[in-house]
């Protein structure tokens, strides 16, 4: 076994951070899963579940992230129009860190926010179809770089439920096309990659297959 963290997961009800919290129990890792509703997520051997209907709830937030070593988000939303879901998890995250001394910080955003938002074929047409929730991404990244943690943005391009296979690329500057993609469980892999050994602080990673 490899080095072992206390890991928090936020948004671990998403595909993305059920496969961070199946990859993390396997690598035994001691791990939070965060979630709204106590039904949303099974009770497994070594996996702690913290509720938390509402992230702007500060005592709450405080309690399951302090005396963690890493705090992971895969926040995000399947709602249409204006949102702010992951802006406004990640900002009640970064108080919390701040008021418990937790240091790292890895979350996942989108190829094509902030200035990876670079006029190509996939950045035009994710903008056009899911503006509102990219706009989010851009606030949520904001945010994170202004703050004093110790964070990694990973940009995934489209996601896929693929099985895990543990091999894929990444770099700050990876080319991503249109038919760029990586399965969740392999973006999952990489989070974990970051939060044990990492490779990419205060950086922006992009990730494909």
Known sequence: MGIVVKIVVFGATGGTGRETVTLGLAAGHHVTAV???????????????????????TEMVDDVIGGRDVVISALGTNARGPVSVCTDGVRSILGSMTRTGVRRLIVVS????????????????????????????????????ASTVDWTIVRPPALRNKPHTGVYRTSTD???????????????DFLLREATTPAYLHQAPRIAA
Not at 39 to 57: F, K, S
Not at 112 to 125: P, Q, V
Not at 135 to 144: N, V
């Open 35 to 57: 979630a709204r509703r106590p039904e949303a997520l099974q009770a497994r051997p070594g996996l702690q579940i913290a509720v938390v209907p509402d992230l702007t709830n």
């Open 174 to 188: 990876l080319k991503i096309r249109l038919t760029s993609a990586i399965s969740r469980a392999d973006l999952a």
């Open 110 to 145: 989108a190829h094509g926010a902030a200035e990876s938002n670079d006029g190509s074929l996939y950045a035009r047409m994710l903008w056009a179809m899911l503006g509102h929730k990219m706009r989010d991404k851009d606030e949520m990244e904001k945010l994170i770089r």
